[in-house]
C-alpha cells in the first residue's frame, strides 16, 4: 500500500514535469529542481508511513530513520559517482543519458540486494 502510495505521486510529479517542460519551458525552468525534491519527498512520507505502519518506538523511529538516511545519502553518493565517470566513458550513442542512467540504477539495486537481510 505504501509503496504504490509513492510510486503513484511520483510517477504523477514525473507527468507533471514533462506537460511542464513541453507547454511552458520558462515555467518549467522557473521551477527547476523543485519537481523533483517533490520526488524526494516521497522517500520521507515513505518512511513515516512505515514507521506508523510498523508501530515503531521512538528509538526504533530514530534508528529506522538514521538507517534510511545513511542509506540513501550512500546511493546517491555512488550514483553520482558513477555518472561521473560516464561522462567521460565511451558510451554507445543509443545509451548516452537516461538510458545508461537506468541500467546504472538497476545495477546498482541489484548490488544493493546483496545486503538485504544482513542487519
Do not use: W
Amino acid at each position: 500500500q505504501t509503496i504504490a502510495f509513492i510510486l503513484v505521486i511520483a510517477a504523477l510529479v514525473q507527468f507533471v514535469e514533462m506537460v511542464v517542460q513541453k507547454v511552458s519551458p520558462t515555467l518549467y525552468q522557473a521551477l527547476g529542481v523543485y519537481l523533483p525534491l517533490i520526488t524526494t519527498n516521497c522517500a520521507v512520507l515513505g518512511l513515516t508511513l512505515l514507521n506508523i505502519q510498523f508501530n515503531y518506538n521512538m528509538i526504533e523511529t530514530i534508528t529506522n530513520s538514521i538507517g534510511a538516511a545513511v542509506g540513501f545519502s550512500l546511493a546517491i553518493v555512488l550514483f553520482a559517482g558513477i555518472r561521473e565517470r560516464l561522462e567521460i566513458a565511451d558510451v554507445p550513442e543509443v545509451f548516452k543519458g537516461f538510458p545508461i542512467a537506468l541500467i546504472t540504477a538497476s545495477l546498482m539495486s541489484i548490488a544493493f540486494l546483496g545486503f538485504a537481510g544482513l542487519v
